[in-house]
């Protein structure tokens, strides 16, 4: 987004071999993305000073590229503000730069860079993160795009590579890399006692302020005995141009007045003013020449940006577990979890995950059958923990198992209907789907063309597409369904798009029209705001065939609604419509396809989804540059409203703010005005006068208005990228889908956003669950969670009708999708993989040596328990050598007994596939006990050990003689 006339300057002085600085007004900031061919961006702080709360990790990296780059004498155009540029920063005598290539010593030790400014994380994935990991390094340096990983052979330098944020998997392989300050504020000990002897000026009692370094995040100038700014930087020729100059002391005016409005106490105003930076003075002590341009707030689009990261699909962390939390195993039912223990046995050392029953009763469970355990979700206040004495457990299993199947039968019969109904095949026109693949001006993620591929696929089939898309908002389902639209078209078909909301129906109006018109497609849209009569003819038109694709809200669901050829029905947001709204568009013809689409699908879609008697497409990957909403939770002040809305406005973004009570608005309306007059605020909702919403809408997306007020009509279908605040301040009112599609309009771009959920009364035991959990899983992507979290915290819908809930709430809903998976496969509904042999399990018994991963390498202990988690559920031996291979690429090499595991782990799948349900090693023999339906062949037992007996009665085959084991058994599965 950049004003026209700026962008021409910025090009002309591009053609000048030499540096230069374009000021421009503070309220501009979020408007413009770094145009890298013309210019770098040197943004201010987006934090007021004092505030608990760090930079953002994206800002600090523009700022240190920046200060990068001049120190390299690179000839570039800086766009800037007159607040940042006034802004102290590191001078450049104290800006280190180290450059180190492989076979160097690495002198960077963990306490030097948190000292170089860089924060230590178990995870890298912002930039001035870091990890250490046994003998391996993660550093994400602000110069780069992606994180550099350090592999050491004690202190020597032996792999350097750049690894993908998203799978934490390497991508290409450095021979060098330059290391700079993670920020702006350094902590080497000369800086710290400049901060503390400057600190001590100002006041003898300590304990008068709070003095803790981390509030001094946007005053880096308290750290360095030098006052200097980007000033210091410039080469002597560079050009300073301001644009607008009223325009630009006027805000700059306003924004210190805002931070000093922060200050909260006289100390923090002098600290504030004689560390931040400089004044307007400045501008009579520097040479600059002034321009007149309209800055305008215009859309542009990006280039696409090539996307490096690797196929992944993340585990949904079923398994992350607390000390206390209840866990069911499959043998010995509900218990509670208590931790990890190394044991050390006659074999070797193990490590234990350690169960505790009824009368206190205790199992350990080893960390190689994690496959048997799981997290209990259900309703905890009904369960009660097992006991291990008696068969309770083993009859609540089989009676919860006699009742799936009893439902089965009835489902197979709606199910073999389904399978034997024709469905109507789209083959579309590849020549004309190829253009259209090519007119999106992004990459598509990799979830994204995986999804695609899946729908397009289900279109050709003979049977109709039942599938649901999920992912978060902006994470790009739209795209997917505008290609299974355009197959549907150039198929010769008509399409229907339902959509919850006026707004949201129209914004996929917006996008279809945009991609489609080109091509020909004709889009119509019927919400609400059309007229009776404007109706009736857009009905005619559908019934003649006229229109390829109808987008609308609940209109679409009128009976005079009759469509010719009808190919594809698409259910967006489908957690708001009722089944029997859904069913409606079945009638309309044979073998219609469906795809339903939500960020947080319902319960009943989701256990469908899970069961497979409905097909899920998943996007979980998010958008290149997205970053994790900042979530607060907290009771409702106006101190904490106006601090919020001024930080966002200060960088120049939009605020939405949602309350819920359409009769409270008006007086709330005029409370926010006196709170915050500096800013221009828009008010919507359902019973808005149909102009009146159409005009402040337009006015928020174009810029006009900073605050948009709402109700929750604005829950679906906002995609501003320039409101990265929300703020709702009836939070207790919401359930979890709602909150996290109101979290959804903000942060979808790549600036930090912020979601306020405040609340007026005392929370119930409910409400404060719900917004724990909205609070807790924070990264992009975490929809499939919450629904999870949500049936925790709800209990559950039916899946297979609502008598179902108590058997659900009695094993747990892990446990309970496996025993259904199974009964899904026993009855053909579902499939087993080729060449696997998923329901069954190889024991491997009498194994010598350690097989732990030690705390040393992997020093996290859930990160272990998700390591020994996926290695017990991996079905073939590619999946845990693909397991295998990232441990090594994140935690470096091997050590013996990790290694060992491997080895073990790719024996048991082998000999699982081969039908062995059990391995026993013995001092001098190995017995393999085989399924009743297998008959071994002998020949290649024999030829790798002295002898070899099998014994069909038993079906137990015991070789002799094999002095290694592990070899022995690497040899007959090779």
């Known amino acids: 987004m950049v004003s026209n006339e700026l962008l021409s300057f910025l090009k002309s002085l591009k053609k000048e071999n030499k540096q230069h600085i374009i000021i421009i007004p503070d309220n501009y900031y979020n408007w413009f993305d770094e145009y890298e061919d013309y210019f770098m961006f040197y943004p201010d702080f987006d934090i007021f000073p004092f505030e608990n709360l760090d930079v953002s990790p994206n800002i600090k990296a523009q700022r240190i590229k920046v200060l990068y780059s001049l120190i390299k004498k690179e000839q570039i155009s800086i766009l800037t503000t007159l607040s940042s540029l006034c802004r102290f920063t590191i001078p450049m005598k104290d800006f280190l730069i180290k450059k180190y290539k492989v076979n160097d010593d690495l002198d960077l030790f963990t306490d030097e860079l948190y000292k170089f400014g860089y924060l230590l994380t178990e995870e890298v994935n912002s930039p001035g993160e870091y990890a250490k990991r046994g003998f391996v390094r993660d550093i994400f340096i602000p110069i780069y795009e992606e994180p ?79 006052k200097n700014t980007i000033l210091s930087y410039l080469n002597r020729d560079c050009d300073i141009y301001i644009v607008n100059k009223q325009e630009v002391i006027k805000s700059f005016v306003e924004k210190e007045r805002e931070n000093l409005e922060m200050c909260d106490n006289d100390l923090k105003k002098r600290i504030y003013k004689a560390y931040s930076g400089h004044t307007l003075e400045i ?114 299993k089989k009676k919860v198992n006699e009742e799936i199947r009893k439902k089965i039968k009835e489902l197979l019969q709606i199910y073999v209907l389904r399978e034997n109904q024709q469905g109507i095949q789209l083959f579309g026109d590849k020549e004309l789907e190829d253009k259209f693949r090519e007119s999106f001006p992004y990459i598509e993620t990799p979830d994204q063309e995986r999804s695609i591929r899946e729908i397009l696929e289900d279109l050709e089939s003979p049977k109709p597409m039942d599938r649901l898309l999920a992912g978060d908002s902006g994470f790009g389902k739209t795209e997917v369904a505008m290609r299974a639209a355009f197959r549907t078209v150039v198929s010769n078909y008509q399409v229907l798009l339902l959509a919850p909301t006026t707004i949201l129906a129209s914004q996929h109006y917006e996008s279809f029209k945009e991609r489609m018109e080109p091509f020909g497609v004709k889009i119509e849209l019927l919400t609400r705001h059309k007229t009776s009569k404007e109706k009736e003819i857009i009905f005619e038109k559908i019934k003649n065939g006229e229109i390829d694709i109808i987008i609308g809200t609940h209109a679409l669901l009128s009976d005079l609604l009759q469509i010719r050829r009808l190919g594809l029905v698409i259910i967006d947001e489908e957690q708001r419509f009722g089944v029997m709204q859904k069913e409606k568009f079945k009638k309309l013809g044979e073998g219609i396809n469906f795809l339903m689409m939500s960020a947080t699908p319902i319960p009943r879609t989701l256990y469908m989804s899970i069961s497979g008697l409905r097909e899920i497409s998943t996007i979980s990957t998010p958008p290149l540059g997205r970053l994790p909403i900042q979530t607060f939770v907290g009771k409702y002040s106006d101190k904490l409203v106006r601090t919020a809305v001024l930080r966002e406005k200060a ?74 605040t929300l703020i709702v301040d009836d939070a207790e009112r919401y359930g979890i889908a709602q909150l996290y599609q109101l979290k959804g309009r903000v942060g979808r771009s790549n600036k930090r956003a912020f979601a306020y959920f405040l609340y007026k009364k005392e929370l119930t035991p409910e409400a404060k669950k719900r917004l724990e959990a909205i609070k807790q899983y924070n990264e992009p992507g975490s929809g ?82 998700r390591i020994y988690r996926r290695i017990a559920v991996s079905r073939t031996p590619e999946e845990v050598e693909d397991i295998k291979k990232e441990v090594r690429d994140r935690y470096g090499k091997l050590p013996q007994e990790v290694e060992r595991l491997f080895k073990y782990a790719i024996i048991r799948v082998k000999a699982n596939m081969e039908g062995i349900k059990e391995i026993e090693i013995g001092d001098s023999f190995i017995t393999f006990k085989f399924s009743d339906d297998v008959k071994p062949s002998i020949d290649k037992f024999n030829k790798y050990s002295r002898r070899a007996f099998y014994y069909p009665n038993s079906q137990e085959l015991i070789a002799y003689g094999p002095k290694d084991d592990i070899e022995y058994m690497e040899n007959i599965f090779s």
Do not use: C
């Open 283 to 396: 501008l009579n002590k520097i040479e600059y020449k002034e321009i007149d341009l309209k800055l305008e707030k215009v859309y542009f689009k990006k280039s696409k940006k090539e996307d490096n990261r690797i196929d992944f699909i993340p585990l949904l962390d079923w398994e992350d577990l607390k000390e206390g939390d209840l866990v069911v195993h499959e043998d010995y039912g509900v218990g509670i979890y208590l931790g990890v223990n190394k044991v050390e046995t006659n074999l070797g050392l193990r490590e234990y995950i350690t169960l505790e029953y009824a009368n206190n009763a205790k199992v350990y469970v080893p960390v190689g059958r994690l496959d048997k355990l799981s997290k209990y979700i259900g309703d905890s206040t009904t369960v009660t923990i097992s006991s291990l004495n008696g068969k309770k457990w083993k009859a609540t």
């Open 784 to 865: 499939l969670k919450l629904s999870l979290r949500d049936m925790e915290i709800r209990g559950y819908g039916d899946l297979l009708g609502i008598e179902q809930k108590g058997h659900i709430n009695s094993v747990g809903l892990h446990l309970y999708k496996e025993m259904l998976n199974k009964a899904l496969v026993e009855y053909g509904i579902k499939e087993i993989e080729e060449h696997t042999r998923p329901l069954s399990y190889t024991e491997i018994k009498g194994i010598k040596g350690s097989i732990v991963i030690p705390e040393e390498y992997v020093p996290n202990s859930i990160e272990r328990m």
């Open 148 to 226: 550099i990983r350090i592999e050491l052979f004690d202190t020597q330098i032996d792999r350097i590579t750049l690894f993908d944020t998203f799978s934490q998997r390497s991508i290409n392989k450095l021979e060098e890399f330059e290391i700079v300050p993670g920020s702006e504020i350094q902590k080497f000990n000369n800086n710290i006692d400049i901060f503390q002897e400057r600190i001590m000026r100002f006041f003898s009692d300590t304990n008068e302020f709070d003095i803790s370094i981390d509030i001094f995040n946007s005053i880096p100038g308290i750290f360095y005995k030098d």
């Open 651 to 724: 960088r120049g973004g939009q605020i939405i703010y949602i309350h819920n009570r359409i009769q409270e608005l008006e007086n709330i309306y005029k409370k926010l005005q006196n709170l915050i007059p500096e800013v221009k605020i828009g008010l919507v909702h359902g019973n808005s006068h149909k102009n009146d919403f159409i005009k402040t809408m337009n006015d928020f997306y174009a810029g006009k208005i900073d605050l948009l007020f709402s109700t929750t009509i604005l829950e679906n279908g906002i995609d501003i990228p320039n409101a990265n």
